[in-house]
């Protein structure tokens, strides 16, 4: 049984940063393409950011391209997202993905259960 638990929201100032982690059991990690996304109430679900299963392909949002850093750490089956610079309109609850191709649309195969990310202005 796969599973994607996803940790490190909450609430934080315009500014500040924060890193989201999400670990994975149940499949071969290191063989996936990891994805972040994130939806806002009222908004429909978007994409954030992407590594490949490779590790040495990403691909941001623009809405987030030079704040925030996707990683993949295969030894711990882990994959993070550094969050800088946060404004209000990152607000969102954020969600990992796992699929054995990465890309920008919501059909990975795979979802964890979302963090709560609030920054405040």
């Known amino acids: 049984q796969v599973q994607l638990v996803e940790s490190g929201g909450g609430l934080v100032q315009a500014g500040g940063s924060l890193r989201l982690s999400c670990v994975a059991s149940?499949?071969?990690?290191?063989?996936?393409?990891m994805g972040w996304f994130r939806q806002a109430p009222g908004k429909e679900r978007e994409f954030v950011a992407v590594?490949?299963?490779?590790?040495?392909?990403?691909y941001y949002a623009d809405s987030v391209k030079g704040r925030f850093t996707i990683s993949k750490n295969n030894a711990k089956n882990t994959v993070y997202l550094q969050m800088n610079s946060l404004k209000p309109e990152d607000t969102a609850v954020y969600y990992c993905a796992a699929d054995t191709t990465g890309r920008t649309t919501t059909n990975y195969k795979y979802w964890g259960q979302g963090t709560q990310v609030t920054v405040s202005s």
């Open positions: 590594v490949a299963w490779g590790d040495r392909f990403t």
């Open positions: 149940g499949l071969t990690f290191s063989s996936y393409a």
